[in-house]
């Protein structure tokens, strides 16, 4: 289960939303499968938003995000999202690499 997040929304007072990035992507898998799957899971707890994406180039989206997930096959961050990842997870964020991810 994921714990309560610590900040609330000023409208109704509930527990904001995890924000995940699911980046699933790859060669020789079905990747379609596990990605369905992975969505499936996250899917039933209500709180956990999720957006999907191929490769590491959405900057943008990681650095919003909670934590990221990746079920990955053959896909490599460049050198500016390795970095855009360190500091991510240095900053607090959290990364679960499933499979092939390198």
């Not at 939303?17 to 209500?46: N, S, T």
């Not at 053959?74 to 990842?85: F, G, I, N």
Request: glycine fraction near 4%; charge should be negative; proline fraction near 3%.
């Amino acid at each position: 289960m994921i714990q309560e997040k610590a900040t609330l929304t000023r409208e109704t007072e509930t527990p904001a939303p995890f924000r995940c990035v699911l980046i699933a992507a790859g060669r020789f898998h079905d990747i379609d499968y596990a990605r369905l799957e992975i969505l499936k899971l996250l899917g039933e707890d209500q709180r956990v938003r999720v957006r999907v994406f191929e490769d590491y180039a959405n900057l943008e989206a990681l650095r919003a995000a909670d934590f990221l997930i990746t079920y990955t096959c053959d896909v490599t961050p460049s050198l500016e999202q390795q970095e855009a990842l360190r500091q991510w997870l240095e900053a607090g964020g959290r990364w679960y690499a499933l499979h092939g991810t390198n």
